[in-house]
Every structure is written in C-alpha cells, then in structure tokens.
T-cell receptor
Framework: KAGVTQTPRYLIKTRGQQVTLSCSPISGHRSVSWYQQTPGQGLQFLFEYFSETQRNKGNFPGRFSGRQFSNSRSEMNVSTLELGDSALYLC??????????????FGPGTRLTVL | AQSVTQLDSQVPVFEEAPVELRCNYSSSVSVYLFWYVQYPNQGLQLLLKYLSGSTLVESINGFEAEFNKSQTSFHLRKPSVHISDTAEYFCAVSPTSGTYKYIFGTGTRLKVLA
C-alpha cells in the first residue's frame, strides 16, 4: 500500500502570497490531520478532516484553512503569508477506529519557506 | 485539555549505552499514549503505543515505554542504543473518548555518539 504523499515537498513564497498544499492519504483512510512543525514549537495541530467535514481545529488564525474531497484527499491553504509561517507542514491519515486508538501515518511533509 | 512535556530537548549518549527519554502529560480525561520517531528529512513513524492492559509496551527495535498513571508519565527507554537510533522522538497523547485529537510534546533529539 502506498504511504501518505504530500505535494509539493518544498515551496518558497514571499510575504503576502498564498499557498496550497496537498495531501493524499493511505487508501481507505478517511481521517486526515494537518500539523505545523517548527524548531521552537514542535508539532502543533492545525485541523482534522473526516468525511469531508472539519472535525477538529487547533489554535491557528483564519488565514489557515483546509478542505477534504470525497476521495479523502485533502488540501490546506494559507493566505497572506507571514515570515512566521515558515515551517514543515505534515499531513497524517488514519483509519478512524473508535476513540483515537488508531495509528496516524505521516507523510514526509512540505517545507514552506516564506521570504 | 491535555498537554505533553518532554523536558529534554537534546540527549547525547554513547553507542551501546542505555537511554531514557522522559515524557510527562497532563489531562483531565483518560488518554492513550504514543511515541513517534522522526528520522532526518522524513515524516513521523509510530514507535509504540499504550492503549490498555500491561503498562509496559515494547517496540520491534528494542525500545520500551512504561505507563505510570500516578506520575502521569510515559518514559521511553532502550538498554543499548545504536548509531541508527539518532533521530527526534515525540511523545503524544489522545483522549480515549469523544472526538479525538493528538497532542504532541516538543520532541527530544537523541544523538548517539560513536
């Protein structure tokens, strides 16, 4: 089975621009979560989608948004980029077993650099 | 709300020496506990998890972790490390009921020295 794939792997943008990142989960996985990873803050939860609906949301400003398609693929969008948005963005998918017992499988991430 | 604390940001250790990576958590509800490992330029991989039952859980590559409810800890240990264990290790919790959400610690960078 193919793992979680994320595209693109690397992105360089300038302040004020917007960006869209894509995530394809493992086949059969319906839950997709996004995380921001930075050296100082570690992994911070952005949001989780399940069956095309946002089920959980972290403490990020409204500039960060996402969506999930009927095939479970997910995109996240960041508008009006700021220097502090430079980070590794990780996507994780899971089968959605009861109560959080399932394993999250992570993609390799998209490294976003904002200049 | 839940929180996870990994007090050690970096742990250097010589090859074949034992190591313990500490993880403490705070939660008002019951949680499941996880350790993930991230090798350079890769995503995170599950190392081991505690869901219920025996409080000592083991991974296939020699790591083990023990759930201590009274001390709200889930420390990761390995009796003899290898160079290939050099990576960043993340502890995480997830509530056992309701709409789940992972909370990760800030990570511990393990550097194994020859």
């Amino acid at each position: 089975k193919a793992g979680v794939t994320q595209t693109p792997r690397y992105l360089i943008k300038t302040r004020g621009q917007q960006v869209t990142l894509s995530c394809s989960p493992i086949s059969g996985h319906r839950s997709v979560s996004w995380y921001q990873q930075t050296p100082g803050q570690g992994l911070q939860f952005l949001f989780e989608y399940f069956s095309e609906t946002q089920r959980n949301k972290g403490n990020f400003p409204g500039r960060f948004s996402g969506r999930q398609f009927s095939n479970s693929r997910s995109e996240m969008n960041v508008s009006t980029l700021e220097l502090g948005d430079s980070a590794l963005y990780l996507c994780a998918s899971s089968l959605e077993l009861a109560g959080g017992t399932d394993t999250q499988y992570f993609g390799p991430g998209t490294r976003l650099t904002v200049l | 709300a839940q929180s996870v604390t990994q007090l050690d940001s970096q742990v250097p250790v010589f090859e074949e020496a034992p190591v313990e990576l500490r993880c403490n958590y705070s939660s008002s509800v019951s949680v499941y506990l996880f350790w993930y490992v991230q090798y350079p330029n890769q995503g995170l991989q599950l190392l081991l998890k505690y869901l219920s039952g025996s409080t000592l859980v083991e991974s296939i590559n020699g790591f083990e972790a023990e759930f201590n409810k009274s001390q709200t800890s889930f420390h990761l240990r390995k009796p003899s490390v290898h160079i290939s264990d050099t990576a960043e290790y993340f502890c995480a919790v997830s509530p056992t009921s309701g709409t789940y959400k992972y909370i990760f610690g800030t990570g511990t960078r393990l550097k194994v020295l020859a």
